[in-house]
């Protein structure tokens, strides 16, 4: 008898580990206090952190995902997409002073850095979304910048746009675009050397 309820109990602590997409989100909506948040972005183990969505580009870079003033704000995906959306777009602060989330994006600007980090996820709704970075990008602090046009019609279009993007990356990278890929851009500040915007691709 004891044999089986070990074996069961064994059973319970596998499930418990396994806890699907949408459950991970709820949690974190939960402990928040807070059903704006959508996501969970990943990167290797330098971030891993809940993105959350409103109706505008300026409450999350002032609140905090328990909505309370914060001048590190939140990482918060681009009010006029969803998860099925060609294009996504995620931005999050940076600091000299403090370590946000996207802190670690200053990464890339080292290319052995960017040869180990090739690879994102982003947990939304109930599925896993893996990407391959094909570009990192030094921008300028405007918001006519290329990428924040997100109203290409054909796909043909995007493709153009993907491929623009691609040409300004600061590494060559081979990967080949096509018309039916989505695309996911983060977006942070930079100091110093670099004044502007960086983003990856």
Partial sequence: NNTVNEVNDSKLDIKKEEISVKD???EL?????????????????????PVAQTNDNQFYLKKSLS????VLGSVF????????????NIYGHNSTKYKPPFNALEGYLKKEYFNEHKSISL???????KYEIFSIVLADKKSTEEHMNLNYKKDSD???????????????????????????VLQTCLFGKYKGKLMVV
């Fill in 24 to 26: 991970e989100i709820d």
């Fill in 29 to 49: 909506k939960k402990k928040y206090n807070n059903d704006e948040v959508i996501a969970i972005l990943n990167i290797d183990d330098e971030i891993n952190t």
């Fill in 67 to 70: 909505l309370k003033k914060s």
């Fill in 77 to 88: 995906m681009d009010y006029r997409v969803n998860k099925d959306s060609k294009q996504i």
């Fill in 123 to 129: 947990k939304i709704d109930n599925e896993v979304k």
């Fill in 158 to 184: 995007w493709l153009s746009h993907f491929n623009r993007l691609k040409k300004r990356s600061i590494y060559k990278t081979n990967i080949e675009l096509n018309e039916n890929d989505k695309v996911l």
